[in-house]
């Protein structure tokens, strides 16, 4: 079974990057809706210009509504020019309510409210990028209409085993609504998005809620993300519980699963060793493998190598000492044999292993801190662009392993990963491998 | 006014560095602070003739030290932890014995540092980084 490839649209300075390796590597774009709001002239372009083998679906993004309001505003508290035009669009009861008190249940107590919150909820995913996109000029070299969205997202909200009881209802009728209206064959697929706390994970009544009440819609598939939920440090419990929760919602194969934020224990999952138990994961360019649900600052960015036998990124200076632990950096070709041999390091390498060091290259700013002026180093553009690249060629690898390879194979792939790092990384650095097979094979 | 916690350790902080400064030109070293290197910044690096000495100050909390220390084994020559507790545990001098550190304790009120355990020579330097560090670090003035 194929694995759907998606990837996370979040900046502009990142569209390139949906051609790379190559054009058509990926299934499809998901792009925030209060993106599509604030920019839809050059969201259109994008979808148009880079991704035409491609398709899309806009995470409507509604449960940003249902937080306290300082997650959403600017530093005058003010609501982010984004989510205002994003409130406009869905209308009440959160045109009201933005930026000032949270969405809560009781606002959709009347069910009308509800049925025509999520009737605009959908028209927009359905048209306003694609008004945008027909008026395009890209659109002049477009044989075919306009496509619309792989699937429209019913409007969904976070749910955690306090929040669950009293947000479902909420989210199944809307999904319902959704599936009598749009669900009619021949126009786009109909998801929910299942935005879990990582503590319904381990819980198994809140999972059976969950599962069985979206059973009850016509529902084309979801997109699931659980989180914060990094998968490298995940508990054997909550990787055992994503995957028991993805395979209930997927429903033998009948409903697609894309995890919204995965890495390759997801891959895994979705592919061969996994039975498939998600249809598709996507990721951003720059990582995303995890995030929160209420977003957090980002602090200062340091550059990070992906290490493809620990399928996971770490800080330069920590990919430094490990390979030079393990005498990867003697040469090119020690480096290729033992680390990796992707396009994108051969390039870099040119055949000197001193080259590594362009995958750290910073520069130096001095910034005004609390206690006077200090020095910090930043990533360069082009070293960003490296690790960058780097990491989405492995990326495509992975998802093809997954996909191709045999469970013997696969689980061998990951004990070579302990052996050939357990030395330099500690036992807890490969730790997360033994995690990954131990749940994937009980 | 009241002075914050984060304050005052900064200050104190300050204090043991000041003290490292005089103690290393003393030895005969020129003295850069806060160099950074792959990301993280050493709080001291003293130079001699061509060797380089990290030094990593900390108040109290000698094992954020010695985790800091790993970076600097790509490009330092000597690696050290200065730490400004009246008492050095076994535990740290133990750690720091293994992993070929020197260890400096620091009076933070007088300014006085003393070596408790002077380094060993690191032969893990990279040399390829550590070219990129002394380039960086021609942009950083003296302290001294």
Redesign the interface.
């Given at each position: 079974m194929p694995i759907d490839h998606w990837m996370m649209f979040s900046t502009f300075a990142e569209q390139r990057h949906f051609e790379y390796p190559e054009k058509g590597t990926y299934q499809g774009v998901v792009i925030n809706a209060n993106m599509a709001a604030y920019a839809p002239a050059g969201l259109a372009a994008f979808l148009l210009e880079k991704t035409a083998t491609a398709t899309y679906i806009i995470d409507p993004l509604t449960h940003a509504f249902q937080h306290d309001p300082e997650a959403i505003c600017n530093s005058e508290g003010e609501p982010k020019s984004s989510i205002k035009g994003l409130a406009e669009a869905y209308g009440e009861p959160i045109s009201t309510l933005v930026g000032s008190r949270p969405l809560l249940p009781k606002h959709f107590e009347d069910r009308k409210v509800l049925g025509a919150f999520t009737e605009r909820c959908v028209e927009f995913q359905l048209d306003h990028l694609r008004s945008f996109m027909k008026e395009a000029d890209a659109a002049k070299y477009v044989d075919d209409e306009i496509k619309p969205p792989y699937a429209v997202v019913v409007p969904y909200f976070f749910l955690t085993e306090t929040t669950y009881a009293d947000w479902l209802p909420i989210c199944i009728d809307a999904a319902k609504q959704t599936c009598a209206n749009v669900g009619d064959g021949g126009g786009p697929k109909v998801f929910t998005a299942v935005v879990v706390s990582q503590g319904i994970l381990l819980d198994d009544s809140a999972q059976e809620a969950i599962s069985d009440g979206f059973s009850s819609a016509a529902l084309d598939g979801y997109l699931l993300w659980v989180d914060d939920l990094d998968e490298k440090s995940a508990s054997k419990g909550e990787l055992a519980g994503l995957l028991k929760l993805a395979r209930r919602l997927r429903a033998d194969g009948r409903r697609e699963v894309i995890n919204l934020h995965g890495g390759y224990f997801s891959i895994l999952a979705a592919g061969v060793l996994g039975k498939s138990a998600l249809s598709g994961v996507t990721h951003a360019p720059e990582f995303g493998e995890f995030r929160s649900v209420v977003p957090v600052g980002g602090g200062?960015p340091?550059?990070r190598y992906y290490i493809p036998s620990l399928h996971t990124r770490v800080?330069?200076?920590?990919a430094?000492?490990m390979f030079?632990?393990k005498d990867s950096?003697h040469s090119a070709a020690s480096f290729h044999e033992g680390v990796c041999d992707c396009e994108k390091c051969k390039e870099v390498l040119a055949n000197d292993?001193?080259?590594?060091?362009l995958f750290?290259?910073?520069t130096?700013k001095s910034v005004r801190r609390k206690?006077g002026i200090?020095?910090?180093?930043f990533?360069t553009t082009e070293a960003k662009r490296r690790c960058l690249c780097h990491y989405l060629q492995k990326k495509r690898i992975e998802y093809q392993f997954a996909e191709t390879a045999s469970d013997k194979q696969l689980l061998s792939d990951l004990d070579s990963g302990i052996q050939a790092y357990q030395d330099v990384a500690g036992l807890e650095g490969v730790a997360h491998l033994q995690r990954w097979k131990d749940t994937l094979t009980a | 006014m009241k002075t914050s916690r984060s304050?005052t350790a900064?200050a104190s902080e300050?204090r043991v560095v000041g003290g490292l400064v005089r103690f290393f030109t003393g030895e005969g070293y020129r003295v850069r602070l806060?160099?950074?290197?792959?990301?993280?910044?050493a709080d001291v690096v003293a130079s001699r003739s061509r060797w380089l000495t990290f030094v990593e100050a900390k108040r109290h909390d000698w094992r954020r030290a010695l985790r800091q220390c790993?970076?600097h084994?790509?490009v330092a020559d000597y690696i050290c932890v200065a730490i400004s507790l009246r008492s050095v545990s076994n535990a740290l001098l133990q750690e720091a014995k293994d992993a070929g550190y020197g260890l400096i304790r620091c009076d933070p009120a007088l300014q006085i540092c003393e070596w408790v355990l002077q380094p060993s020579r690191n032969t893990?330097v990279?040399?390829?980084?550590r070219r990129?560090l002394m380039a960086?670090m021609k942009?950083?003035d003296y302290a001294d």
């Amino acid at each position: 079974m194929p694995i759907d490839h998606w990837m996370m649209f979040s900046t502009f300075a990142e569209q390139r990057h949906f051609e790379y390796p190559e054009k058509g590597t990926y299934q499809g774009v998901v792009i925030n809706a209060n993106m599509a709001a604030y920019a839809p002239a050059g969201l259109a372009a994008f979808l148009l210009e880079k991704t035409a083998t491609a398709t899309y679906i806009i995470d409507p993004l509604t449960h940003a509504f249902q937080h306290d309001p300082e997650a959403i505003c600017n530093s005058e508290g003010e609501p982010k020019s984004s989510i205002k035009g994003l409130a406009e669009a869905y209308g009440e009861p959160i045109s009201t309510l933005v930026g000032s008190r949270p969405l809560l249940p009781k606002h959709f107590e009347d069910r009308k409210v509800l049925g025509a919150f999520t009737e605009r909820c959908v028209e927009f995913q359905l048209d306003h990028l694609r008004s945008f996109m027909k008026e395009a000029d890209a659109a002049k070299y477009v044989d075919d209409e306009i496509k619309p969205p792989y699937a429209v997202v019913v409007p969904y909200f976070f749910l955690t085993e306090t929040t669950y009881a009293d947000w479902l209802p909420i989210c199944i009728d809307a999904a319902k609504q959704t599936c009598a209206n749009v669900g009619d064959g021949g126009g786009p697929k109909v998801f929910t998005a299942v935005v879990v706390s990582q503590g319904i994970l381990l819980d198994d009544s809140a999972q059976e809620a969950i599962s069985d009440g979206f059973s009850s819609a016509a529902l084309d598939g979801y997109l699931l993300w659980v989180d914060d939920l990094d998968e490298k440090s995940a508990s054997k419990g909550e990787l055992a519980g994503l995957l028991k929760l993805a395979r209930r919602l997927r429903a033998d194969g009948r409903r697609e699963v894309i995890n919204l934020h995965g890495g390759y224990f997801s891959i895994l999952a979705a592919g061969v060793l996994g039975k498939s138990a998600l249809s598709g994961v996507t990721h951003a360019p720059e990582f995303g493998e995890f995030r929160s649900v209420v977003p957090v600052g980002g602090g200062i960015p340091i550059a990070r190598y992906y290490i493809p036998s620990l399928h996971t990124r770490v800080r330069y200076r920590d990919a430094l000492r490990m390979f030079t632990a393990k005498d990867s950096l003697h040469s090119a070709a020690s480096f290729h044999e033992g680390v990796c041999d992707c396009e994108k390091c051969k390039e870099v390498l040119a055949n000197d292993a001193a080259n590594f060091t362009l995958f750290g290259e910073s520069t130096v700013k001095s910034v005004r801190r609390k206690h006077g002026i200090a020095r910090i180093e930043f990533p360069t553009t082009e070293a960003k662009r490296r690790c960058l690249c780097h990491y989405l060629q492995k990326k495509r690898i992975e998802y093809q392993f997954a996909e191709t390879a045999s469970d013997k194979q696969l689980l061998s792939d990951l004990d070579s990963g302990i052996q050939a790092y357990q030395d330099v990384a500690g036992l807890e650095g490969v730790a997360h491998l033994q995690r990954w097979k131990d749940t994937l094979t009980a | 006014m009241k002075t914050s916690r984060s304050e005052t350790a900064s200050a104190s902080e300050a204090r043991v560095v000041g003290g490292l400064v005089r103690f290393f030109t003393g030895e005969g070293y020129r003295v850069r602070l806060e160099v950074p290197n792959m990301g993280q910044s050493a709080d001291v690096v003293a130079s001699r003739s061509r060797w380089l000495t990290f030094v990593e100050a900390k108040r109290h909390d000698w094992r954020r030290a010695l985790r800091q220390c790993q970076a600097h084994q790509a490009v330092a020559d000597y690696i050290c932890v200065a730490i400004s507790l009246r008492s050095v545990s076994n535990a740290l001098l133990q750690e720091a014995k293994d992993a070929g550190y020197g260890l400096i304790r620091c009076d933070p009120a007088l300014q006085i540092c003393e070596w408790v355990l002077q380094p060993s020579r690191n032969t893990k330097v990279w040399p390829p980084q550590r070219r990129r560090l002394m380039a960086a670090m021609k942009a950083i003035d003296y302290a001294d």
